[in-house]
Structure formats: C-alpha cells, structure tokens
C-alpha cells in the first residue's frame, strides 16, 4: 500500500564502494525525484525524471546516476562514495505541477 | 540554489498555543507548499497554495501567500505535541522539483 517506497532504509559502507538505493511509486505518476538532505536537514534536489527523460540534473557529481527502467521506478546508483555523500536521500514522486509525495528515506553513512 | 527561508528557525510553545512560520522566496513561482518532517522521517505533504490564490486552510491549517512580497505563511492554530517537527516550505517555479527552504523547527510542549 507505501505510495513511494524506498530500499534500503539504512545504508552503511565504506569509501570508495559503489552503492544503489532503488526507488518505486504505485502512484501512476509521470515524474520522479531524488533529493538530498545533508546534517542540517537542507533538503536539495538532484534529478528528476519525466516519462525516461532526465529533465533536471543540478550540478550534481557524475558519480551519481539516475536510471529509470520504467515509469514506477527510479534507482540511484552512486560510485565511489566519499565521506561527503553521508546523508539522508528522498525519493518522490508527483503528476507535473502537484504535489509530490515522498518516500521515507535512505540514511547512507560512508566511513 | 536555495530559493525559500524559513523564519523564525526554532520556535517552542506550549500546547494549546498557535504557531506562526513565515517564508519568503526570490523568483516568480507556480505554487508553494509546506511539508512536514518529523524527526528521522520523510516528508509530509501539509498544504499547496497556487499562485493566484491568496489564503487557504486545511484543518487547523492556514496558509497564506502574498506574491508581492514573495512570502508565505504556515499558521497552526490550537498546537499539539504531535505537532512537534521540522516545517519546510518548497517552491515550484517551473512545476518539475521542488526548491525547498531550510525549515523551521517546531516544539510543542504538553
């Protein structure tokens, strides 16, 4: 019945490793986001898909990549982790111009 | 870049009480909206308030916008100490992601 579901719920690992956290909406929405809050709960957006298309990608490192294999999900698949990328990351979705739901959140801490 | 800001940052009251957070943002926008983040959890959608409209209320809910002064208002009436979170307003210029503020941080003690 979770509207948008992320996997996993908490993420540890080392530097260096490359990680995926995946995504899934049963919402029937056309676009799908991932944010980043960092320790002071700034909440920033890194991409946004729309119907496959990566719409929005703000500046964000090319060790991050988006990659949606249908409309329902939107995995973030992260390479060569830095202490930096520790946070909490946000999957969500929305019809264009509404609301957007968010799932519940990822914790990734990298030692 | 950070569009919308919060104010005040941290605010505690008692229960019963009502609480006011403002926000204020720089560019023109298609609507802005208030989440909800109760601590260790994600975000939950409160309220979106177009543009073209001026005051809304859900509940004990009540949102106003004034584009001219590129702000808005989140006002808890009667607060509860499940009202305890974090607050965020988010802005959508251009009806894709949302740009979001740094929150305020609400206390309600019983």
């Known amino acids: 019945d979770t509207a948008v579901s992320q996997t996993p719920k908490y993420l540890v690992t080392q530097m260096g490793n490359d990680k995926s956290i995946k995504c899934e909406q049963n919402?029937?929405?056309?676009?799908m986001y991932w944010y980043k809050q960092d320790s002071k709960k700034f909440l920033k957006i890194m991409f946004s898909?729309?119907?496959?298309?990566?719409?929005i990608n703000e500046t964000v490192p090319n060790r991050f990549s988006p990659k949606s294999p249908d409309k329902a999900h939107l995995n973030l698949h992260i390479n060569s982790l830095e202490l930096g990328d520790s946070a909490v990351y946000f999957c969500?979705?929305?019809?264009?111009?509404?609301?957007?739901?968010f799932g519940p959140g990822t914790r990734l801490t990298v030692l | 870049s950070q569009q919308g800001e919060e104010d005040p940052q941290a605010l505690s009251i008692q229960e019963g009480e009502n609480a006011t957070m403002n926000c204020s943002y720089k560019?023109?926008?298609?609507?802005l909206q208030w989440y909800r983040q109760n601590s260790g959890r994600g975000l939950v959608h409160l309220i979106l308030?177009?543009?073209?409209?001026r005051e809304k209320h859900s509940g004990r809910l009540r949102v106003t916008l004034d584009t001219s002064k590129k702000s808005s208002s989140l006002l808890i009436t009667a607060s509860r100490a499940a009202d305890t979170a974090s607050y965020f307003c988010?802005?959508?210029?251009?009806?894709?992601?949302?740009?979001f503020g740094k929150g305020t941080t609400l206390s309600v003690s019983s």
């Open positions: 969500a979705s929305s019809q264009e111009g509404y609301t957007q739901y």
């Open positions: 919402l029937g929405h056309d676009t």
């Open positions: 898909y729309n119907n496959k298309e990566l719409i």
């Open positions: 560019t023109s926008i298609n609507n």
């Open positions: 308030i177009r543009s073209n409209e």
């Open positions: 988010a802005t959508d210029q251009a009806g894709t992601a949302l740009i």
